[in-house]
């Protein structure tokens, strides 16, 4: 059966598009932080380490596309496609739940910064702190009219989606 050719790109080149675009949105979260001055929220902290956490599966997941291993086990896709998954449904959480904080900013009060909370709690307590969120959360953050949450949103079913994709259709040689 013949796929159009978009679709044997992202097929190809869907592992690699995750990695440029996860990078893409990382350093674009930070020049934004740059250029607006506005220091990012709790829960901005934990949306960009789930595009961190997209970087590296993607990355691990292309340098081992390379290896004999990977084409000749499945389970090794699979592993890869229910991380991808699993880092996807996370931001999705975390994304929907900043976007509920900024249409009802009364139901959060004042919070500790992201620095406080993880230099005087341990991680486990820091993160269940950081997914409450804080007032700084509903600040107006957007960007061509739209929440900084809905662009997160965005990327992260994109990208998931993509890396899915790609795994799912790779046919082991």
Avoid at 13 to 28: H, P
Avoid at 46 to 60: N, P
Avoid at 116 to 145: H, I, K, R, W
Wanted: net charge positive.
């Amino acid at each position: 059966m013949n796929t159009p050719f978009s679709l044997n790109f992202l097929q190809q080149r869907g592992l690699l598009i995750t990695l440029l675009g996860s990078s893409f949105l990382l350093l674009a979260a930070f020049a934004y932080e740059k250029i607006t001055g506005l220091l990012p929220c709790p829960l901005c902290w934990l949306q960009r380490g789930v595009f961190v956490g997209f970087f590296l599966i993607s990355l691990t997941a292309l340098l081992l596309s390379y290896t004999a291993l990977f084409k000749r086990l499945s389970l090794i896709r699979w592993l890869f496609i229910v991380a991808f998954a699993l880092v996807m449904a996370s931001g999705v959480g975390v994304a929907l739940r900043h976007l509920y904080i900024k249409l009802n900013p009364n139901s959060v009060g004042c919070g500790l910064d992201v620095e406080t909370l993880l230099d005087f709690f341990p991680l486990q307590d820091a993160l269940a702190q950081m997914l409450v969120g804080s007032s700084d959360c509903a600040q107006a953050a957007n960007f061509f009219g739209l929440p900084l949450p809905v662009w997160s949103l965005t990327g992260y079913l994109l990208l998931g989606s993509l890396a899915i994709y790609s795994l799912l259709t790779s046919s082991p040689t």
